[in-house]
């Protein structure tokens, strides 16, 4: 399969409070990247952690991962209705013909307010 | 920032008929570009990566004649689906890698908007 795994595949939670999405992968990778997308639009990409980096944030975004595990994870913070979308993390594997970005299933978030 | 767009955005087809879609890099140069095709409530599936100038590399169980791909400059590469069916109805998204230039590993990738297709 292309595809690595995500859980929970939905989550709903209240405003405010945090948002915690999980993602494992099976290959070696040169970097994992975490992307948002509203129902029916495209992609936003939300930040990029490298395969030297074990944790790294961007305002409300805190992104982690654990090489030996095969694994990240994705912290949203005080969460809004805003952030009510899809959420996909991304592998740039190690291969032998060319990079490419493999995605995970995905987890719908819904924040209610 | 780097902008890589989508024509057209939306189509609707009928069976049998064939729809090209176009992919352009706006600011920048892309050395690769990906096709990926997106059903409801589904994760992108990687469909093919196209290299300028050279033939398209198509993913396990992609069908190279039916998904023609043409990357004929460093900021167009475009999706033909031919003969197309219901079954092909889905939402295609194209992005175009931007080269940092300082290892091979570090570089963007940026996503167009999509096309949703429809086939009747």
């Known amino acids: 399969s292309q595809q690595g795994e995500e859980d929970p595949q939905a989550l709903s939670i209240q405003e405010g409070e945090n948002a915690t999405m999980n993602c494992s992968y099976k290959?070696?990778?040169?970097?994992l990247q975490w992307y948002r997308q509203n129902s029916g639009r495209g992609l936003v990409h939300l930040i990029l952690?490298?395969?030297?980096?074990r944790e790294k944030h961007s305002g409300r975004l805190r992104v982690t991962l654990d090489t030996s595990k095969k694994s990240s994870s994705l912290l949203i913070t005080a969460s809004r209705a805003a952030d009510t979308a899809s959420y996909f993390c991304?592998?740039?594997?190690?291969?032998?013909?060319?990079?490419?970005?493999?995605f995970g299933a995905g987890t719908i978030l819904r924040v209610k307010s | 920032g780097a902008v890589v767009s989508q024509h057209p955005s939306w189509v609707i087809c009928k069976s049998g008929t064939s729809v090209k879609i176009e992919c352009r890099s706006l600011?920048?140069?892309?050395?690769?570009m990906f096709w990926y095709r997106q059903f409801p409530k589904q994760s992108l599936m990687l469909m093919a990566t196209?290299?300028?100038?050279?033939?398209?590399?198509?993913e396990q169980g992609v069908e190279k004649d039916k998904f023609l791909i043409n990357h004929a400059s460093l900021t167009l590469s475009t999706l033909t689906v031919t003969s197309a069916h219901p079954e092909d109805s889905s939402f295609y998204i194209c992005?175009?890698?931007?080269?940092?230039?300082?290892?091979?590993?570090?570089?963007?990738?940026?996503f167009g908007p999509g096309t949703r297709l429809t086939v009747t």
């Open positions: 992005s175009a890698r931007k080269d940092r230039g300082y290892t091979s590993s570090s570089y963007e990738q940026y």
């Open positions: 290959t070696s990778i040169n970097n």
């Open positions: 952690i490298r395969s030297n980096e």
């Open positions: 991304a592998t740039d594997a190690v291969r032998k013909y060319g990079n490419k970005l493999v």
């Open positions: 600011d920048f140069q892309a050395t690769t």
């Open positions: 196209s290299n300028e100038g050279s033939k398209a590399t198509y």
